[in-house]
């Protein structure tokens, strides 16, 4: 079975770096095909896609936020990992990390979900 | 980036009854789009993907339509646990930013 749990803060103050955390068990975050993407909904708000990272390295980032946004994959521990830098109360939202479910090299819709972080931000 | 519509923002109908969402995308994007079911405290659910194809354990109930720029995802006889808010999504473009439309939140009539 695969799961994701998701680790971070629930509170950082304006300007800090908020780093978030995505641990998989039941598949290696190497493992061909592997994509992973972040998401959040600020309150009120919908969904918004963030960030993806691929089993390759390869990553992507949402147009307006590529300059405070970074994805990175730490293989050892099997995680996945968002940092956003310069925070601010406009980011506060709950933050998702979500698996594309891909078979024989096509990639389709977020098949597994962590449990969500709600990080606000204040002073 | 592809600007995903739905419509309509909020839709009121009786259990049993059918209920019928609708997204619009600024581009076509193929049949590369998904539907979600989001409730309050849970993470989305992936209901819908490649426009048409129920994900795994889904009911029959859910049923999606459409390519190119129109699409539907059609619950053919609301149960008590389909009132949720509803979002599609899609994975087409180039470089990958995979837009969400803004929801329809599906509520008891």
């Known amino acids: 079975q695969v799961t994701l749990k998701q680790s971070g803060p629930a509170l950082v103050k304006p300007t800090e770096t908020l780093t978030l955390t995505c641990t998989f068990s039941?598949?290696?975050?190497?493992?061909?095909?592997?994509?992973a993407s972040w998401i959040r909904q600020r309150p009120g708000k919908a969904l918004e896609w963030l960030a993806r990272?691929?089993?390759?390295?390869?990553?992507f980032y949402r147009t307006s936020l590529k300059t405070r946004l970074t994805v990175s994959k730490d293989t050892s521990r099997n995680q996945v990992v968002l940092t956003v830098t310069n925070m601010d109360p406009v980011d506060t939202a709950t933050y998702y990390c979500?698996?594309?479910?891909?078979?024989?090299?096509?990639?389709?819709?977020?098949?597994?979900w962590g449990q969500g972080t709600l990080v606000t931000v204040s002073s | 980036e592809v600007v995903l519509t739905q419509s309509p923002a909020t839709l009121s109908v009786s259990p049993g009854e059918r209920a019928t969402l609708s997204c619009r995308a600024s581009?076509?994007?193929?049949?590369?789009l998904a539907w979600y079911q989001h409730k309050p405290g849970q993470a989305p659910r992936l209901l819908i993907y490649?426009?048409?194809t129920r994900a795994t354990d889904i009911p029959a109930r859910f049923s999606g339509s459409g390519s190119g720029t129109e699409f539907t995802l059609t619950i053919s006889s609301l149960q008590s646990e389909d009132f949720a808010i509803y979002y599609c999504?899609?994975?087409?473009?180039?470089?990958?930013?995979?837009?969400f439309g803004q929801g329809t939140k599906l509520q008891i009539k």
């Open positions: 999504q899609q994975y087409d473009a180039w470089p990958p930013v995979y837009t």
């Open positions: 490649d426009a048409s």
């Open positions: 979500a698996r594309q479910f891909c078979t024989y090299g096509v990639c389709r819709g977020y098949d597994l």
């Open positions: 039941g598949i290696s975050v190497s493992t061909k095909e592997m994509r």
């Open positions: 990272i691929d089993w390759d390295d390869e990553k």
């Open positions: 581009q076509g994007v193929n049949s590369n």
